[in-house]
């Protein structure tokens, strides 16, 4: 998996520290909206699983962990089509208003201190039929992480530093990646949080991934969520504030799967 760019990680934007995800995105050049969960899901068409609320997960255990609450698909529900080695980029900034929010406009994510990892996950047939809290299976391999980039802990670049800064966060799916249906997930950990907690933000979305490609992942690469992170996972246990000056750190979960770029 490639990150194609975070423009302006040092830019002057404004931020609301609370909560949020993935609002839209652009998939090999087309944009599509994400799930707006104050408004009903009739009429919306958009390839997002629901997410109808901004709060973050904090329970390593929580079944909804693999695509946020209640991550089901809309009706009418769509796949959006990229070729395997295309780009999809997702959109944490905001530039709308949400009815009955307070929060200042624009804002945007509000969390810089934690990786960003994506996700994907085979779907047999299309993702339609698949409910990921309902039965967590090892379906799921990670294509891209970033953690600490530089510095220390509590001074440093992180993975989430540029979507912090206001750009958005563009990915390639791997090339020869074998045609098929998947679920994407990108997914955000805030390990700076003033509860002493571990928060995860996540959302789905569903694709599909055309070309010739013939890879898939290997069983070892593949993880269920929940389950794919412990919190014996050095990337987990441990107490932000009192390791401020760190400067190593072990991104939780499997390791990513490349497939062969040439």
Request: hydrophobic letters at 30%; glycine letters at 10%.
């Amino acid at each position: 998996m490639k990150l194609i760019g975070f423009a302006g990680i040092l830019m002057g934007v404004w931020h609301v520290q609370g909560h949020g995800g993935v609002w839209n995105y652009e998939i090999d050049g087309k944009h599509y909206d994400g799930y707006k969960y104050w408004s009903p899901d009739t009429p919306q068409t958009t390839p997002q699983r629901r997410w109808p609320k901004r709060d973050p997960i904090e329970d390593l255990n929580d079944p909804y962990l693999a695509c946020n609450y209640d991550g089901t698909t809309v009706a009418p529900s769509i796949h959006a089509p990229i070729p395997a080695g295309g780009a999809i980029v997702a959109h944490y900034e905001k530039n709308f208003t949400i009815p009955g929010d307070t929060q200042p406009q624009p804002e945007t994510w509000g969390h810089n201190k934690g990786p960003i990892m994506a996700y994907m996950a085979a779907c047999n047939g299309p993702c339609t039929t698949i409910d990921p809290s309902s039965s967590p299976k090892r379906i799921w391999f990670k294509i891209f992480e970033l953690g600490l980039i530089n510095g220390t802990y509590g001074t440093g670049q992180w993975g989430s530093t540029a979507i912090y800064n206001g750009s958005p966060w563009t990915l390639t799916i791997p090339k020869n990646l074998k045609a098929r249906y998947y679920l994407i997930r990108h997914e955000v950990i805030n390990n700076y949080n003033s509860g002493y907690r571990t928060q995860w933000y996540m959302e789905c979305a569903q694709l599909e991934v055309t070309g010739d490609g013939k890879q898939v992942p290997g069983e070892e690469y593949l993880v269920a969520f929940p389950g794919a992170y412990k919190e014996s996972d050095p990337g987990y246990n441990f107490t932000f504030y009192d390791s401020e000056e760190r400067t190593k750190f072990v991104i939780p979960g499997p390791k990513v799967w490349t497939s062969n770029w040439t």
